[in-house]
T-cell receptor, first 117, second 113 residues
Framework: AQSVTQPDIHITVSEGASLELRCNYS??????LFWYVQSPGQGLQLLLK??????LVQGIKGFEAEFKRSQSSFNLRKPSVHWSDAAEYFC???????????????FGSGTQLTVLP | DTEVTQTPKHLVMGMTNKKSLKCEQH?????MYWYKQKAKKPPELMFV???????INESVPSRFSPECPNSSLLNLHLHALQPEDSALYLC????????????FGPGTRLTVT
């Protein structure tokens, strides 16, 4: 079965510092990959997605992610973090279900980002 | 219009109440989803509808009853809930079951007292 691992439960960075959030997946083929951000009490906002093609993907709010097939990773990066980036970040993979044609999203456990002034 | 809307935004209900959550999309999507998200946890799939028919039920207790009256609307009827059912309930839609991307609504924050 597919799985998504976000090894860092909580990350703290200073405002203006660079950020990298890790995501590793386990799946036989190349899945569709997503990063979502969720502020407290809010819904999920899609930051970026990877389906195929260029392995460096640009998203909203200055985020980017790089798909590395050899490492089964899809890490999220931002060169300079802003205080408003403090939130929960979820990596997700979209894969086909074993039964039938449905595609499902499997989420990682999330990384909580704290930004220090 | 690429928006999924959910009402109400917040809901507080007692364990003997009956209430409903509503989700709407006007993107022409034929698959719609309910997820449950507990605090500090990732969303968990509950139900999937495809062409207004229930396609997937992830062994959800019967006190949660989904309904898809038309292709744009998805309801979740709640009855005799427990305090542990308090969570954020997220709705999503996609073009069809095999689509690559799901579009999420803002969620309904449910508190069961």
């Amino acid at each position: 079965a597919q799985s998504v691992t976000q090894p860092d439960i909580h990350i703290t960075v200073s405002e203006g510092a660079s950020l990298e959030l890790r995501c590793n997946y386990s799946y036989g083929a190349t899945p569709y990959l997503f990063w979502y951000v969720q502020s407290p009490g809010q819904g999920l906002q899609l930051l970026l997605k990877y389906f195929s093609g260029d392995t460096l993907v640009q998203g909203i709010k200055g985020f980017e992610a790089e798909f590395k097939r050899s490492q089964s990773s899809f890490n999220l990066r931002k060169p300079s973090v802003h205080w408003s980036d403090a939130a929960e970040y979820f990596c997700a993979v979209g894969v086909g279900r074993a039964s039938g044609s449905a595609r499902q999203l499997t989420f990682g456990s999330g990384t909580q980002l704290t930004v220090l002034p | 219009d690429t928006e999924v809307t959910q009402t109400p935004k917040h809901l507080v209900m007692g364990m003997t109440n009956k209430k409903s959550l509503k989700c709407e999309q006007h993107m022409g999507h034929r698959a719609m989803y309910w997820y449950k998200q507990k605090a500090k946890k990732p969303p968990e799939l509950m139900f999937v509808y495809s062409y207004e028919k229930l396609s997937i039920n992830e062994s959800v207790p019967s006190r949660f009853s989904p309904e898809c009256p038309n292709s744009s609307l998805l309801n979740l009827h709640l009855h005799a809930l427990q305090p542990e059912d308090s969570a954020l309930y997220l709705c999503a839609s996609s073009q069809d079951l095999g689509a690559r991307e799901q579009y999420f609504g803002p969620g309904t924050r449910l508190t069961v007292t």
